[in-house]
């Protein structure tokens, strides 16, 4: 006689079954990943450093898959909506978000963000880091970080620094020089890069931290001094030059103003480790680095584990300092 399954039997049957084709199902899109039009938002302005950056990588990817990677910019007041956007999209690998610090840093500066900067995104990858230097007038008495802090004690709040504004990567990298080292600087906010140049040629102000390829022209022309990279190592940009810790005694110090990539939290693994994977071969390419490298952007090679580890950080070290320095852009 033939036995008929019991409906508890049934039942684990049908969902096991389920469970096998929906597993079926995944493998099969992650194997033909991607099968359609990729698009890389770019939260910066068309024409610059960040916006190259993503057009290098578009191109190189597009080759490598086969399929397109378009890039979209959403500068500005758009950055937030398009990166909430990516947060609630399906996790389909097929929208990269290309994020600066302050993808990070938002969780401290605004008092109701959208999303979890962390949670809600898969760490792709670290892609460049744009390494920052302690630029300073020539009209300033010091050859040497250790230098530049025996005048500023000797001068409590005068000596001024020059910013594109509040919590911007100078104005942080800034506080976080006076909180280390105990030194009293005035904060003098301006519009952008082009203003705090301009502010230190007419000598309106004594330094700033700034991107190193901004002021490479002024060290050889000899009309700034370069005392110390923001970064815990040398970079290539500037050799010459040392870091915080070997200049000026400030062991720690180190601000990687970095750029990443990043997709929605929950898509599958296979599908960013190939990214990762991809993304870094690209950078690794000469032609392609040395055409970031004039842009003063230094590639990356390192794994989504690592990118996701170097967010973290950076959250966890600047919330403290912004909160100190009640600092909020809302």
Known sequence: MKLLPSRRYAGWLSLLLASSFVSTGLQAQEANYPSRRITLLVLAPA??????LGRLLADRLSKTFGQPVVVENRPGGTALSATEAVARQA???YTILQVPPSHVLNTSLMDKLPYDPIAGFEAVAHLVSTPFVLALNLTVAARSVKEL????????????????????????????????????????????????????????????????????????AEKLRGLAVTTAARTP???????MAEAGGLPGYDVDVWIGALMTAGTPRPIVTRMNREMNLALGDALLAEKLTAAGLVPQNASPEAFLELMKADNKRWSKLIKDLKLNLE
């Open 91 to 93: 996790p389909d690998g």
């Open 237 to 243: 940009l500037a050799p010459q030059i040392p870091t």
């Open 149 to 220: 802090l025996a005048v500023a004690r000797a001068n409590p709040g005068k000596l001024t620094y020059a910013t594109a504004g509040p919590a911007s990567p100078h104005h942080l990298s800034g506080e976080l020089f006076k909180a280390m080292s105990g030194v009293d600087l005035l904060h003098v906010p301006y519009k952008g890069a082009a203003q705090i140049l301009q502010a230190l040629a007419t000598r309106e102000v004594d330094m700033t931290f700034i991107s190193v390829s901004q002021v490479r022209p002024l060290f050889a």
């Open 47 to 52: 024409a610059g450093p960040n916006d190259l």
